[in-house]
Nanobody, 123 residues
Framework: QLQACGGGLVQAGGFLRLSCAAS????????VGWFRQAPGSQRELVAG????????LYAGTAKGRFTIFRDNAKNTVYLQMNSLKPEDTAVYFC??????????????????WGQGTQVTVSS
C-alpha cells in the first residue's frame, strides 16, 4: 500500500514536500513515480525514480523546480516542489512498479497507486 501526503494550499513561488510511504512490501525493489491530475486533464507523470534512487526522470514542466528522492530505510519517496505555479494545481498521486528497475512515464506501467493528495497554488 502507498500513502501520499504533504499537499496543501500555497502561494505562487512557494514550496511543498510530498511524501509517499509504502507498507507491505520490499520498498527498495520498486520504482516510484509521482503523477498529477488536474480537473478535466489526463494523469501525467511529474517525476520518477528507480529502485536505487540513482536514476530519475522529470516532466519538462517539473525539471529544475521539482526534485524526487527516496529513503529506502524509511520506505518513503519524496517530491520536493519549489517555485510552485498556479498551473501546478492538481491532485498528486504516487505509484509504484515492481517488475522494472526504472520509472516509466506512462501511468499504465504502474501496479500500485496511493490515494492522492491535493496541491493548490494560488496566484
Amino acid at each position: 500500500q502507498l500513502q501520499a501526503c504533504g499537499g496543501g494550499l500555497v502561494q505562487a513561488g512557494g514550496f511543498l514536500r510530498l511524501s509517499c510511504a509504502a507498507s507491505g512490501r520490499t520498498f527498495s525493489s520498486v520504482a516510484v513515480g509521482w503523477f498529477r491530475q488536474a480537473p478535466g486533464s489526463q494523469r501525467e507523470l511529474v517525476a520518477g525514480i528507480s529502485w536505487s534512487g540513482h536514476a530519475t526522470l522529470y516532466a519538462g514542466t517539473a525539471k529544475g523546480r521539482f526534485t524526487i528522492f527516496r529513503d529506502n530505510a524509511k520506505n518513503t519517496v519524496y517530491l520536493q516542489m519549489n517555485s510552485l505555479k498556479p498551473e501546478d494545481t492538481a491532485v498528486y498521486f504516487c505509484a509504484a512498479r515492481s517488475t522494472v528497475e526504472y520509472a516509466g512515464r506512462d501511468a499504465a506501467e504502474y501496479d500500485y497507486w496511493g490515494q492522492g493528495t491535493q496541491v493548490t497554488v494560488s496566484s
